[in-house]
């Protein structure tokens, strides 16, 4: 499968799309897996608490909310590479964060969550069919395809991989 194109997905999503320089699932998955492992396994303890301002989310906060997300990601691509028709909610990213608690945590068990669950993305993403990549569905009251999700779950790690590489550390 080759990148995604508009009307895969929805246009609020373009942003991650961009993030992502890979032409098939497979080397998304090559091309950033590891540096992504990398970078979260990286990140300072002394830093886990750290909001850049006033109102931002932590570290821990950021992480958890990536985890999140993937893991939502995820279901949808199962759901609809399943042949599952029904809409699949959206949710709402503030309230997940403050339920998840992530401040409670500590830093070094979210990245070992963070792992598991990309490590779980990828063997999912790579047992695909073309069949099953080009699946179309409705997330969100939104179309979207498998393989447009792939993308989305890598562009948004490395979306906030670029923010807390700015604001964070």
């Known amino acids: 499968m080759a990148r995604p194109q508009q009307g895969e997905y929805g246009a609020f999503y373009q942003t991650y799309i961009d993030k992502t320089k890979s032409d098939s699932v497979k080397s998304l998955i090559e091309n950033n897996s590891s540096a992504l492992h990398h970078f979260v396994m990286s990140l300072p303890e002394s830093k886990a608490d750290h909001a850049y301002a006033e109102g931002k989310w932590t570290i821990k906060d950021l992480l958890q909310h990536m985890i999140d997300t993937e893991r ?40 070992e969550e963070f792992v598991a669950v990309r490590k779980s993305t990828d063997l999912f993403l790579l047992s695909l069919t073309k069949e099953q990549l080009q699946q179309k569905g409705i997330a969100n009251s939104h179309p979207i395809t498998v393989n447009s999700l792939a993308y989305i779950i890598y562009g948004h790690a490395l979306h906030h991989k670029q923010i807390i590489e700015e604001r964070y550390l």
């Open 72 to 111: 939502i990601m995820v279901y949808r691509a199962l759901t609809i590479a399943r042949n599952d028709k029904f809409n699949l909610p959206g949710f709402d990213e503030n309230d997940y964060a403050i339920a998840a608690n992530a401040s409670t945590r500590i830093l070094q068990s979210l990245k």
